[in-house]
């Protein structure tokens, strides 16, 4: 049986000053960690992420307790679900999303690796996500070669 991981890294660096301590553990809880340096915030992923909705269990649970009054209405809106026992009602695309107005910030590109400690085929590639203020993009190296065997793929 093979272990395969994820690994990913985050741009832009997002100012220290729009990332309140409330959206920096909803990230975590979504796989996202972070470093701040020289007053920006840098994400990345070295185990993998969790991008989708996620019911809030014990763990997280006892994470946004931390965070009792809302800093605005979107903290609120989670706080609320939170409460009400509902699945949290964004993803962390929709995390970004919310910071990407606050920091002047028009894409956030998520790239990414797969790799395995079992050297076979299907088991290793890569991956970029685009975030923008509407949408969430794509693609992977088999979206790549896809296009590459279609004649999609620009002349160089």
């Not at 931390?66 to 209405?73: A, F, I, L």
Request: aromatic fraction near 14%; glycine fraction near 8%.
């Amino acid at each position: 049986m093979a272990n395969n991981y994820e690994q990913s890294t985050v741009t832009p660096k997002f100012p220290e000053a729009v990332c309140s301590p409330f959206v920096l553990q909803m990230l975590s809880d979504c796989g996202f960690e972070h470093e701040v340096w020289d007053g920006e915030v840098y994400f990345y992923s070295e185990e993998g992420t969790q991008e989708d909705p996620f019911w809030w269990d014990d763990e997280v649970r006892a994470d946004l307790t931390h965070y009792p009054e809302p800093s605005d209405d979107f903290d609120r809106e989670i706080m609320e679900a939170y409460s009400a026992g509902d699945s949290c009602p964004v993803d962390a695309y929709g995390v970004f999303q919310h910071l990407m107005p606050k920091a002047n910030i028009e894409d956030v590109v998520i790239e990414g690796c797969y790799r395995s400690d079992k050297m076979r085929q299907g088991e290793f590639g890569g991956f970029i996500t685009r975030v923008t203020p509407t949408e969430v993009q794509y693609g992977g190296t088999s979206t790549i070669l896809a296009m590459m065997r279609n004649g999609q793929w620009p002349d160089d």
